[in-house]
């Protein structure tokens, strides 16, 4: 069960941020619209939400998944892959440490985004990405050996963060798109497969008896509540347009 999560709210400056689609321009209103609806969901699945303010400075920073991976035993912070997002990490740790005593880091000349690492049960996997390179991933692996989890490394060949698509749904299922179907890591999970053209709906998080997917995919929605998941869909139009998905608005522990 998931208890707590961080979240920090977009600023005007979004429009700014990095991106690599050309989905257009983020309509601030529709943002903070869109960002309100994904807090009140959190609060429907049962968690405390601690809501971090906007930083004008760092246009992605409502990303709050890349700047840390937390766990119910300790926290990583991270060394963010892309230099304009790196220093989000200052206001990531004050806000990680009111809940944690045990934290590693990430360091340089290893980077990582947490949007890299997926947990499931006691094994993580790593993508090696634009943002997370072998260093930072060596030591991500050597952090949670020590802390009895398993770590298997996986080199993306064309996905942006390993968690653009696959995500854990829980009872030992992996809702998988495009490289990870057939990728060997995988094959011990149940699969839950999605198609090219529904590719955004692999990036879905599970927080306790719900799974949150984006609006928009009636075949993804229906393939979870076919096995038993309540589903809550979600507008995420402003934030698919610079790269982002459900999981990278949120530190779930
Ligand atoms: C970036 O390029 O870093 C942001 N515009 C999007 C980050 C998305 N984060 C994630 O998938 N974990």
Known sequence: MFKNVIVKNPGNSYVN??????????????????????????????????????????????????????????????????????????????????????????????????????????????????RTNEEGARQFKEIVEKEGYEATIIPLKEFFHLKTGI??????????????????AFESYEKIIIPKEDEYSANCIQVNDYVIIPAGYPETNRKLNDLGYQTIELEMSEFRKHDGGLSCLSLRF
């Open 167 to 184: 995500a854990y749904v829980g009872e030992n299922r992996m809702v998988l798109a495009g490289e990870f179907i057939d990728h060997p």
């Open 17 to 130: 941020g990095l991106t690599t689609s050309d989905l257009g321009k983020p309509i601030v209103e529709k943002l903070y619209e869109q960002h309100e609806k994904y807090v009140e969901a959190l609060k429907q699945c049962g968690v405390e939400v601690t809501k971090l303010p906007a930083n004008e400075d760092f246009p992605d920073s409502t990303f709050v998944e890349d700047a840390a991976v937390l766990t119910p035993e300790f926290a990583i912070i991270s060394n963010p892959g892309a230099e304009a997002r790196n220093r989000e990490i200052e206001e990531i740790e004050p806000a990680v440490k009111k809940f944690y005593e045990k934290l590693y880091y990430i360091e340089g000349p290893g980077t990582l985004d947490g949007g890299d690492v997926l947990q499931a049960e006691k094994k993580f996997y790593v993508g090696i990405s634009d």
